[in-house]
């Protein structure tokens, strides 16, 4: 069995419970309120409760520190501790005279209390960008910290963030992760503080308990500020327990036993077990994270557009889902489609063997005496790199290698572990290379495909689409952003630097008695949004 | 007692520890991937954070640097922070060896009870339907794959019977000591399952070829008991081989049981291990083998003065 526990994979393997424990079965006679325990299983072990240290994605953080903004179920930001989302129509968003910084206002939300009573206000804002920024802080992000210059509170309320560039992703950054308590942490070590266990936040549930490699027991907040709909005092649920459970098949046999009733993603190879589970339904939520073959423009026949479009048109996507269960979903653009900024008709090369030999025949790359097309001397014949040891990633490559066989063309496995695969992937040191990129609510793409970027092994470089990219990424308005992104993904699908291939699904397996429960595709895990569950 | 024989032996340890946490060290680092491997899927975080971390925990530094850094801290009694949750390393083994010595040291208890009388069942009725059911069973025992047989166990006891919580060290809000004792039955169960099987056979052998001895049969002449003369004249030098074997397994349960632990969810040292290795958490992971070589190193030197307390004719000088 895998252990993925990255930040990112473990996106994948999160599992969430909603259960009373066995031995604490029946509900309380005032169970027509709605309330009740949810016990959720994570695979994981929490690090530390802080958001901006921890080396996963916050699932039981997410319950209990609250940011600015929040991503909802499409991806896309609402105010939470904000009262409205800063944009350009409603003055949130100030551009600069020479067009090269940009002021974002909030407007905070009045009666917010800290779990500990103390009220929330912008100084804790503020206090957060200084705290983040540190360099004496050990964090795993800092994302959006450097590029700001400044912060006014002009009053307890307000919170002016002067940005020394345009950040359209500023809302994927820091203060969406969460907010510290400035009145608790101020002039204490970040990395050694008892907030890293039990964080006080302004969310629906407080930490009351946190026993490493156990588990951490959340209780309702009862000051929360939220109230549903109806008026009603949120959070519904009394309690949120995550308990750390690491071991995949003892966490069905907990969902079987009724000690966790919710997981938030099965493993695609228990999915069977656990729709035999009475009580217990699955849900599909997406992920918004891409399987792509990307090429290395450094191969003189990669880099002829012919070839590349054969490799597109010889493999069929339904076989690679199948491989993997049948649960990875086809995708022809890297915006994957719960983006608001995918665009439908993105071009798409159609599966057809025939088509892809007929591409190659009239490009001039004749079959040599083993099979293999060869041209000037340079035979079709590919070292195709995957991370070593990673099944469903193997596997796919084994359908793609079969798929290229039939149009004549050679990938021979060239795998590599950790380290070593990174530093291929950002150095090109693949012909064909197959992996994954899971990315925040609204991702930047100029560091795959932009010439120069960061994550562009691949030695591309199209001056129309940087040109696309960087429209995209320092355009505040969002119609001209939604044409800009149209416009990369169709330069994207007609020049194939890379071929977008699958999109993972969340396979969540809940209790049925949990309601108002919403998946969410985000790095801010499905607990962004706890205050309207109940059991019922 | 010769003391002076078990401090030369201590004083033996010191490069022989200090060669084992050369080598450690060195396959850890050789392992492939590190400590920054799981930001390798996340295009947010750029070269210039991740150098940033590297240099936080000297992670930039020639392997042989940070070697010698880690080897000078540890000298004075300092084991380093974890990468992975950013705290003291000692603080956090501290904190998982209580589960892990209530669940080994059951666990070995309940071998050297059951161990012990199999294994000279089994010799004394050498060759009976009941030794070769034992010896059967023994094999089993020690083939058997853990996780395999904790999943049936849980499935019996927890799914379909509901007696006993399938995984966990105790209730949240529970913690009793019958609480406890329900959470810790079957991991310490299928934990000593493979220690029983191995250590009845080393007894079984052991008191086999005691049994075959002149002053056995000499005993019998005498008109002893057999029970007598199992007990009091066979089981004492039957015993000498099964030492090593014990002392060095009790040692072993300070490093934790990796599988059990984590089928069980066991907040123990070996679950810790787990987590550390697939983090790439160098500290965690060099504190963690060296506390087991430590414990090694000692259970051998300990089953040596053993020997000379059961045999009075071995003699260290």
Same mark, same amino acid.
Not at chain 1, 145 to 154: L, Q
Not at chain 1, 188 to 213: A, C, I, Q
Not at chain 1, 338 to 361: G, Q
Not at chain 1, 524 to 536: D, I, L, P, Q, S
């Given at each position: 069995m895998t252990f993925e526990l990255t930040r990112r994979a473990a996106l994948q393997a999160i599992l969430a419970g909603t259960a009373t424990l066995a031995t604490m079965h029946a509900f309380p006679?005032?169970?027509?309120?709605k309330g009740g325990t949810l016990t959720v299983g994570l695979?994981? %072990?929490?690090?530390?409760?802080n958001v901006y240290s921890?080396?996963?994605?916050?699932d039981a953080q997410a319950a209990v520190v609250e940011g600015l903004l929040a991503p909802d179920q499409h991806a896309k930001y609402v105010p939470v501790l904000a009262t409205e989302v800063p944009t350009i129509e409603n003055g949130g968003i100030v551009v600069a005279a020479d067009g090269k910084t940009m002021t974002v206002t909030y407007k905070l939300r009045p009666g917010v209390k800290w779990h500990d009573g103390k009220p929330f206000t912008s100084a804790d804002v503020k206090y957060t960008w200084e705290a983040v920024k540190d360099p004496a802080f050990k964090a795993e992000s800092k994302d959006g910290s450097a590029e700001v210059a400044s912060i006014e509170t002009?009053? !307890?309320l307000t919170v002016v963030v002067h940005y020394n560039s345009i950040l359209?992703?500023?809302?994927?950054t820091l203060f969406t992760f969460g907010i510290f308590p400035k009145h608790l942490? %101020?002039?204490?070590?970040l990395n050694t503080s008892s907030y890293n266990e039990t964080p006080v936040g302004t969310g629906p549930f407080k930490v009351t308990e946190f026993v490493r490699g156990q588990y951490v027991v959340t209780e309702r907040?009862?000051?929360?500020?939220a109230k549903s709909e109806?008026?009603?005092?949120?959070?519904?649920? !009394?309690k949120i327990i995550f308990k750390m459970i690491p071991d995949t098949n003892t966490l069905i046999t907990q969902l079987k036993s009724g %000690?966790?009733?919710?997981?938030?993603s099965t493993p695609y190879s228990q999915a069977k077990q656990v729709e035999g589970i009475s009580g217990i339904e699955m849900v599909k939520g997406p992920l918004l994270s891409w399987q792509h073959l990307d090429f290395n423009f450094k191969r003189p026949s990669l880099a002829d557009i012919n070839v590349r479009k054969a490799i597109a048109a010889a493999i069929d996507r339904t076989v690679l889902s199948k491989a993997q269960g049948g649960f990875p979903e086809p995708i022809?653009?890297?915006?994957?489609?719960?983006? /608001?900024?995918? !665009?439908?008709?993105?071009p798409e090369i159609a599966y057809n063997v025939a088509a892809a030999n007929k591409i190659l025949d009239e490009a001039g790359y004749a079959p040599g005496s083993d099979g293999v097309r060869e041209k000037n001397g340079e035979r079709l014949s590919y070292a195709f790199m995957v991370q070593a040891g990673r099944a469903d990633d193997e596997l796919a490559q084994q359908v793609i290698i079969a798929q290229l066989k039939a149009i004549g063309i050679e990938a021979v496995a060239n795998n590599q572990t950790g380290v070593a695969y990174r530093e291929a992937r950002y150095k090109g040191g693949y012909d064909l290379i197959y992996g994954r990129w899971i990315t925040s609510a609204d991702p930047v793409y100029s560091v795959f495909?932009?010439?120069?970027?960061?994550?562009?092994?691949?030695s591309y470089s199209n001056p129309a689409l940087d040109a696309a990219l960087s429209k995209f990424e320092t355009t505040l308005d969002p119609a001209a952003r939604k044409q800009a992104a149209a416009e990369f993904q169709k330069i994207l699908a007609e020049d194939l630097p890379s071929i977008p291939l699958t999109t993972n699904v969340a396979l969540i397996a809940k209790?049925?008695?949990?309601?108002?429960f919403v998946p969410n595709p985000?790095?801010?895990?499905?607990?962004?949004?706890?205050?309207e569950w109940y059991m019922g | 007692m010769n003391f002076g024989y078990i401090l030369r032996r201590l004083l033996g340890a010191i490069p022989l520890l200090l060669g084992i946490s050369l080598i450690l060290f060195a396959i850890v680092h050789l392992a492939?991937?590190?400590?920054? !491997?799981?930001?390798? /899927?996340?295009?947010?975080?750029?070269k210039e954070a991740l150098q940033q971390i590297a240099v936080a925990y000297g992670l930039d530094k020639p392997a042989p640097v940070q070697y010698v850094m880690w080897l000078k801290s540890m000298l004075v009694g300092d084991w380093g922070y974890s990468i992975?949750?950013?705290?003291p390393v000692l603080t956090e083994i501290v904190l998982r060896l209580g589960p892990t010595l209530e669940l080994g040291g059951l666990a070995l208890l309940i071998s050297l009870l059951l161990a012990v009388p199999l294994g000279i069942i089994s010799a004394a009725r050498r060759g009976s339907k009941l030794d070769s059911g034992l010896t059967m069973l023994s094999f089993a025992g020690i083939s058997t794959p853990v996780f395999w047989l904790a999943l049936l166990l849980q499935l019996l006891?927890?799914?379909?019977?509901?007696?006993?919580?399938?995984?966990?060290?105790k209730s949240i809000g529970d913690g009793s000591f019958l609480d406890r004792l329900a959470h810790i039955i079957m991991p310490a169960t299928v934990l000593s399952l493979a220690t029983i099987a191995s250590w009845s056979r080393f007894i079984r052998s052991g008191m086999i070829d005691v049994l075959n001895q002149d002053y056995i049969r000499t005993a019998y002449a005498k008109g002893r008991s057999e029970r007598g003369v199992i007990i009091l004249h066979a089981l004492r030098n039957a015993m000498i081989p099964a030492v090593t074997v014990i002392a060095v397994d009790f040692a072993t349960?300070?490093?934790?049981?990796v599988i059990t632990e984590t089928v069980f969810a066991w907040p123990g040292i070996g679950r810790l291990f787990m987590e550390s290795m697939d983090g790439r958490d160098y500290p965690m992971l060099m504190g963690l083998m060296m506390m087991g070589s430590v414990g090694i190193v000692v259970a051998n030197i300990i089953a040596d003065v053993t020997y000379a307390a059961l045999d009075p004719r071995i003699r260290y000088g």
């Amino acid at each position: 069995m895998t252990f993925e526990l990255t930040r990112r994979a473990a996106l994948q393997a999160i599992l969430a419970g909603t259960a009373t424990l066995a031995t604490m079965h029946a509900f309380p006679a005032f169970a027509q309120q709605k309330g009740g325990t949810l016990t959720v299983g994570l695979t994981y %072990e929490i690090d530390t409760m802080n958001v901006y240290s921890t080396g996963f994605l916050g699932d039981a953080q997410a319950a209990v520190v609250e940011g600015l903004l929040a991503p909802d179920q499409h991806a896309k930001y609402v105010p939470v501790l904000a009262t409205e989302v800063p944009t350009i129509e409603n003055g949130g968003i100030v551009v600069a005279a020479d067009g090269k910084t940009m002021t974002v206002t909030y407007k905070l939300r009045p009666g917010v209390k800290w779990h500990d009573g103390k009220p929330f206000t912008s100084a804790d804002v503020k206090y957060t960008w200084e705290a983040v920024k540190d360099p004496a802080f050990k964090a795993e992000s800092k994302d959006g910290s450097a590029e700001v210059a400044s912060i006014e509170t002009p009053d !307890d309320l307000t919170v002016v963030v002067h940005y020394n560039s345009i950040l359209p992703t500023f809302a994927s950054t820091l203060f969406t992760f969460g907010i510290f308590p400035k009145h608790l942490l %101020e002039g204490t070590d970040l990395n050694t503080s008892s907030y890293n266990e039990t964080p006080v936040g302004t969310g629906p549930f407080k930490v009351t308990e946190f026993v490493r490699g156990q588990y951490v027991v959340t209780e309702r907040f009862d000051d929360y500020w939220a109230k549903s709909e109806k008026g009603d005092a949120l959070p519904y649920l !009394d309690k949120i327990i995550f308990k750390m459970i690491p071991d995949t098949n003892t966490l069905i046999t907990q969902l079987k036993s009724g %000690e966790v009733n919710l997981v938030v993603s099965t493993p695609y190879s228990q999915a069977k077990q656990v729709e035999g589970i009475s009580g217990i339904e699955m849900v599909k939520g997406p992920l918004l994270s891409w399987q792509h073959l990307d090429f290395n423009f450094k191969r003189p026949s990669l880099a002829d557009i012919n070839v590349r479009k054969a490799i597109a048109a010889a493999i069929d996507r339904t076989v690679l889902s199948k491989a993997q269960g049948g649960f990875p979903e086809p995708i022809k653009s890297p915006v994957v489609p719960v983006f /608001e900024f995918y !665009d439908p008709n993105t071009p798409e090369i159609a599966y057809n063997v025939a088509a892809a030999n007929k591409i190659l025949d009239e490009a001039g790359y004749a079959p040599g005496s083993d099979g293999v097309r060869e041209k000037n001397g340079e035979r079709l014949s590919y070292a195709f790199m995957v991370q070593a040891g990673r099944a469903d990633d193997e596997l796919a490559q084994q359908v793609i290698i079969a798929q290229l066989k039939a149009i004549g063309i050679e990938a021979v496995a060239n795998n590599q572990t950790g380290v070593a695969y990174r530093e291929a992937r950002y150095k090109g040191g693949y012909d064909l290379i197959y992996g994954r990129w899971i990315t925040s609510a609204d991702p930047v793409y100029s560091v795959f495909w932009g010439t120069g970027g960061a994550n562009n092994g691949q030695s591309y470089s199209n001056p129309a689409l940087d040109a696309a990219l960087s429209k995209f990424e320092t355009t505040l308005d969002p119609a001209a952003r939604k044409q800009a992104a149209a416009e990369f993904q169709k330069i994207l699908a007609e020049d194939l630097p890379s071929i977008p291939l699958t999109t993972n699904v969340a396979l969540i397996a809940k209790t049925a008695a949990l309601k108002n429960f919403v998946p969410n595709p985000t790095n801010m895990t499905n607990f962004v949004h706890t205050a309207e569950w109940y059991m019922g | 007692m010769n003391f002076g024989y078990i401090l030369r032996r201590l004083l033996g340890a010191i490069p022989l520890l200090l060669g084992i946490s050369l080598i450690l060290f060195a396959i850890v680092h050789l392992a492939p991937g590190g400590p920054l !491997d799981m930001y390798a /899927e996340n295009p947010a975080v750029s070269k210039e954070a991740l150098q940033q971390i590297a240099v936080a925990y000297g992670l930039d530094k020639p392997a042989p640097v940070q070697y010698v850094m880690w080897l000078k801290s540890m000298l004075v009694g300092d084991w380093g922070y974890s990468i992975r949750t950013g705290r003291p390393v000692l603080t956090e083994i501290v904190l998982r060896l209580g589960p892990t010595l209530e669940l080994g040291g059951l666990a070995l208890l309940i071998s050297l009870l059951l161990a012990v009388p199999l294994g000279i069942i089994s010799a004394a009725r050498r060759g009976s339907k009941l030794d070769s059911g034992l010896t059967m069973l023994s094999f089993a025992g020690i083939s058997t794959p853990v996780f395999w047989l904790a999943l049936l166990l849980q499935l019996l006891f927890s799914v379909q019977l509901g007696w006993l919580p399938s995984a966990g060290y105790k209730s949240i809000g529970d913690g009793s000591f019958l609480d406890r004792l329900a959470h810790i039955i079957m991991p310490a169960t299928v934990l000593s399952l493979a220690t029983i099987a191995s250590w009845s056979r080393f007894i079984r052998s052991g008191m086999i070829d005691v049994l075959n001895q002149d002053y056995i049969r000499t005993a019998y002449a005498k008109g002893r008991s057999e029970r007598g003369v199992i007990i009091l004249h066979a089981l004492r030098n039957a015993m000498i081989p099964a030492v090593t074997v014990i002392a060095v397994d009790f040692a072993t349960v300070i490093s934790g049981a990796v599988i059990t632990e984590t089928v069980f969810a066991w907040p123990g040292i070996g679950r810790l291990f787990m987590e550390s290795m697939d983090g790439r958490d160098y500290p965690m992971l060099m504190g963690l083998m060296m506390m087991g070589s430590v414990g090694i190193v000692v259970a051998n030197i300990i089953a040596d003065v053993t020997y000379a307390a059961l045999d009075p004719r071995i003699r260290y000088g």
